[in-house]
């Protein structure tokens, strides 16, 4: 069974910073593309960031200088550091990747999602 898990959420007061891990476990074949989300309470899913399998990142405006996005194929996980962190960026924080798995097709996968929490 494929499946992405996220880790790393959890309470900082404004201006600290915060690393979340997104791993991808299973019997994968592939992944390509993978990126951040984030939903606040009462808002729908907002894009973050997102990278290719070659590295190449692009990210959400009010993220940007702030948010760095990677990732390390070779252990097909993804990360996001979170420096500069204000409590508008407080939210669930999901990963998403496209991944081919051994038996099946091309498919977007997603995670449980972890919880940010930004005090002022």
């Known amino acids: 069974q494929v499946q992405l898990v996220e880790s790393g959420g959890g309470l900082v007061q404004g201006g600290g910073s915060l690393r979340l891990s997104c791993a991808a476990s299973?019997?994968?074949?592939?992944?390509?593309?993978m990126a951040w989300y984030r939903q606040a309470p009462g808002r729908q899913r907002d894009w973050v960031a997102r990278?290719?399998?070659?590295?190449?990142?692009i990210y959400e405006d009010s993220v940007k200088g702030r948010f760095t996005i990677s990732r390390d194929n070779f252990n097909n996980t993804m990360y996001l550091q979170m420096n500069s962190l204000q409590p508008e960026d407080t939210a669930v924080y999901y990963c998403?990747?496209?991944?081919?798995?051994?038996?099946?097709?091309?498919?977007?996968?997603w995670g449980q999602g972890t919880q940010v929490t930004v005090s002022s």
């Open positions: 998403s990747a496209d991944m081919k798995p051994f038996s099946g097709t091309w498919r977007n996968y």
């Open positions: 299973g019997n994968i074949v592939l992944i390509n593309d």
């Open positions: 990278i290719t399998r070659g590295g190449n990142t």
